[in-house]
């Protein structure tokens, strides 16, 4: 109820008339079932925007941090975490990690749709860096398929350590679903749990048009706090996970105005079409008698 009140009524509204949030590949997310939806993390705002932009429930994990703030911001931004339905993680790894993942588990078998940022942590400069295979380990215990999704633009519209996002679009690009049936049954051998990830992540890579770096992002963090490297910082030559080819993709873009109002013209349409179709159903169905 928490989750339809803030999606719907009190945040949901708002978001969309300041940012007014754009999404491509709605399509691809299944109308029943569960579903693994594997995104790119480049801010906070990511967990508000996507879920924003689907018409089903969708939970998330999130960082312990997330749910142990002091005072009366920390007591809310808790709350509202739970309301939406956020399942803490510690990323410190160990049996904390294995429990969200099994409550992840529990979610996809259920039938729900499940949120996970394989990077483990939000992108410290932009790039997209090496996944952790938690995504794979879910996806082959569960059988669910992987959608991959890329948020566009929330890095920019709110960088690390700015608390109120700027005021700009927002994106969501939902890639088709990634099968991957024919490794049911190998979640305990790691080396496909690496090639399930890579081929997660490259997906991403495929979408986003984002530069691959092949190293968690807090491994990068870590680097970048201890002064040994610097944020964007030239890695070399452009890789691609798994050692696959770069992908030569440019990163996505808002919609037209023009091509928004043609869709929801076109929406409009299928609307009424929709509905004359249906009325010598209705007629039929008045004229019905008992038998």
Avoid at 52 to 71: H, P
Avoid at 135 to 151: F, Q, T
Avoid at 263 to 279: G, I, L, Q, Y
Wanted: charged share 25%; net charge negative; aromatic share 8%.
């Amino acid at each position: 109820m928490f989750y339809w009140l803030m999606k719907h009524i009190f945040v949901g509204p708002l978001l969309k008339l300041v940012y007014r949030p754009w999404v491509r590949g709605g399509e691809n997310v299944p109308t029943d079932g569960p579903a693994i939806l594997a995104s790119n993390h480049l801010a906070v705002i990511d967990s508000f925007f996507l879920p924003l932009m689907l018409d089903r429930d969708i939970v998330f994990i999130g960082k312990q941090e997330y749910f142990t703030g002091k005072g009366l911001k920390g007591r809310l931004v808790a709350g509202f975490m739970r309301g939406v339905g956020t399942i803490p993680v510690d990323r410190g790894g160990g049996k904390a990690g294995e429990a969200a993942l099994n409550t992840g588990l529990r979610r996809l078998q259920e039938g729900g749709l499940f949120g996970i940022y394989p990077e483990g942590t939000r992108s410290p400069d932009g790039r997209l860096y090496r996944g952790k295979t938690g995504v794979a380990r879910l996806a082959l215990e569960s059988g669910a398929p992987v959608l991959p999704v890329v948020m566009v633009g929330t890095n920019i519209a709110q960088p690390i350590g700015r608390k109120i996002p700027k005021v700009m679009r927002i994106g969501t690009v939902i890639g088709e679903p990634l099968d991957f049936s024919r490794f049911h049954g190998m979640e305990d051998d790691r080396f496909i749990l690496r090639s399930v990830t890579d081929e997660i992540m490259y997906a991403l890579l495929s979408l986003s048009g984002q530069e691959y770096v092949d190293m968690y992002a807090a491994t990068m963090k870590a680097r970048i706090a201890a002064g040994l490297a610097e944020k964007g910082e030239e890695l070399g030559e452009p890789v691609a996970p798994g050692g696959r080819p770069v992908p030569e993709v440019e990163p996505p873009t808002p919609p037209d105005e023009d091509d928004e109002h043609d869709e929801h013209d076109e929406h409009d349409e299928h609307d009424e079409h929709d509905e004359a179709v249906e009325e010598p159903a209705r007629a039929d169905e008045s004229t019905e008698q008992p038998s």
